[in-house]
């Protein structure tokens, strides 16, 4: 599984690292919605998001005090040429065990984890579904 799923990740603003595309989001967005626009500002995707994969809290960094960050998987439709950010990032598609290693968030980590058992429990309920239909009478 974790070789055949590609996911995209970012490289921060300031090249130190990679990441996924994240940001916060304005009083007259969703979170989804926020999701969205940073995946379009930082990494030049378009897409479908799915269901919120968790809630983290974490320290900034810059800042020292706490954030909320929700991951939310996209399914990616369009790949664009350019993108607000292009110049400040680069964006890189690589396999699942790949983005875990080089991600710099421990709690992007945890929202990949998350994102791998769902698709393989998914996977997995299609085939049992699958299995039951041939064995039907």
Same mark, same amino acid.
């Given at each position: 599984?974790?070789?055949?799923?590609?996911?995209?990740?970012?490289?921060?603003?300031?090249?130190? /690292?990679? +990441? #996924? &595309?994240?940001?916060?989001? !304005?009083?007259?967005?969703?979170?989804? *919605?926020?999701?969205? $626009?940073?995946?379009?500002?930082?990494?030049?995707?378009?897409?479908?998001?799915?269901?919120?994969?968790?809630?983290?809290?974490?320290?900034?960094?810059?800042?020292?005090?706490?954030?909320? /960050?929700? +991951? #939310? &998987?996209?399914?990616?439709? !369009?790949?664009?040429?350019?993108?607000? *950010?292009?110049?400040? $990032?680069?964006?890189?598609?690589?396999?699942?065990?790949?983005?875990?290693?080089?991600?710099?968030?421990?709690?992007?980590?945890?929202?990949?984890?998350?994102?791998?058992?769902?698709?393989?429990?998914?996977?997995?309920?299609?085939?049992?579904?699958?299995?039951?239909?041939?064995?039907?009478?």
């Amino acid at each position: 599984m974790s070789n055949e799923l590609e996911v995209l990740v970012v490289s921060s603003q300031k090249g130190r /690292g990679l +990441m #996924f &595309p994240k940001g916060g989001w !304005e009083l007259d967005e969703s979170v989804e *919605e926020a999701a969205c $626009r940073e995946s379009l500002e930082e990494a030049g995707v378009l897409g479908i998001i799915e269901s919120e994969l968790g809630q983290w809290n974490f320290i900034s960094k810059r800042y020292g005090i706490y954030y909320e /960050g929700h +991951m #939310f &998987p996209m399914f990616v439709k !369009e790949q664009l040429d350019t993108w607000p *950010e292009k110049n400040l $990032r680069r964006r890189i598609w690589m396999t699942v065990a790949e983005a875990r290693e080089v991600c710099q968030h421990w709690w992007m980590k945890e929202a990949l984890d998350i994102l791998v058992q769902r698709i393989v429990s998914s996977q997995q309920r299609k085939e049992d579904i699958a299995l039951d239909d041939s064995l039907s009478f």
